[in-house]
């Protein structure tokens, strides 16, 4: 029997909704952060859609950022058109504060994460859907990501109609930001899950947890 986690997790309230101070703006081809720590490093996970051949392609973006002047301003420019279906996690990864946001006119739908469990290697949580891509930050430290599918590389192996996602499974976010393997769940950890199928999102920062990575 595994055992809930003393953790408390609360969830953002809805696209476009700011926690803390930063801010996000979009350009015809750029994605602008504002309002992030000067100098700091801002983590940028984006999943969208793109229309091909009749169908769609799903486009994964992960980016680490440098606000580079006074106003904490830093700019992705992706070099074409901004995905109308993408939904975009940003956090100030010094700070903590983050924002989930999307294109003007695309309104993306919600996921409820279940509190975290502490596993035998590691503590994982669980979504109700088939598939999902995971991005997990931890402010002062990094940022983790990777995906899991429901009984085939999920955590608790079952096919149980929830994806459960154990952190020890995901992997450093970018090779210039080295960072240790996950296992439990920390105070401030930001969880972050997209069904890139349904363009459905869930975002939860934890208020209590270990101090352990």
Not at 6 to 17: E, H, K
Not at 58 to 80: H, N
Request: glycine share 12%; proline share 7%; hydrophobic share 40%.
């Amino acid at each position: 029997m595994r055992t809930t986690l003393l953790t408390i997790l609360i969830a953002a309230s809805s696209v476009g909704s700011v926690l803390g101070q930063v801010k996000t703006s979009f350009g015809t081809t750029t994605f602008k952060v504002i309002g992030a720590t000067p100098g700091g490093r801002v983590c940028v996970y984006s999943v969208a859609l793109q229309p091909s051949n009749g169908g769609s392609t799903r486009v994964l973006q992960r980016k680490l950022l440098t606000a580079a002047d006074a106003s904490g301003a830093a700019t992705f420019d992706l070099k074409e058109s901004v995905p109308f279906q993408s939904i975009w996690f940003i956090t100030d990864l010094s700070s903590g504060s983050f924002a989930v946001v999307a294109p003007p006119g695309f309104s993306p739908g919600k996921l409820d994460i279940s509190p975290p469990h502490r596993g035998r290697n590691a503590d994982d949580f669980s979504v109700n859907r088939p598939f999902l891509l995971v991005c997990v930050v931890r402010p002062g430290l990094g940022a983790w990501d990777g995906h899991a599918t429901d009984g085939k590389d999920d955590a608790d192996g079952s096919a149980d109609g929830k994806t459960a996602i154990g952190l020890d499974r995901l992997a450093g976010f970018d090779v210039r930001l080295p960072v240790p393997a996950l296992s439990r769940i920390a105070a401030r950890d930001v969880l972050f899950v997209v069904d890139p199928l349904w363009m459905r999102y869930g975002v939860v920062q934890a208020s209590g947890g270990t101090n352990a990575p």
